[in-house]
């Protein structure tokens, strides 16, 4: 899981332009500045390119939080 949660906090770095940008479990859009719809969908996608993954519309419905993905993330690996 360490390792999943090094990436993902790297590609959230990027996305949002932010170098110091540290992620929680807990952490949703409402904690970010910069993450709107679109943002959004280029962190999603970078995940899945990333990870090598795909997120069905219905997983990326249900999650509500960072701590959501990274447990889909480590399920799909």
Do not use: C, P
């Amino acid at each position: 899981m360490e390792d999943i949660i090094i990436k993902t906090r790297d590609i959230f770095r990027e996305i949002f332009n932010d170098s110091s940008l540290e992620i929680t479990r807990e952490m949703t859009a409402n904690d970010v500045d910069k993450w709107d719809s679109l943002t959004h969908l280029t962190m999603i996608a970078k995940t899945e390119a990333v990870f090598g993954i795909k997120f069905k519309l219905k997983e990326l419905v249900k999650m509500k939080n960072v701590g959501d993905m990274l447990d889909k993330i480590q399920e799909k690996l």
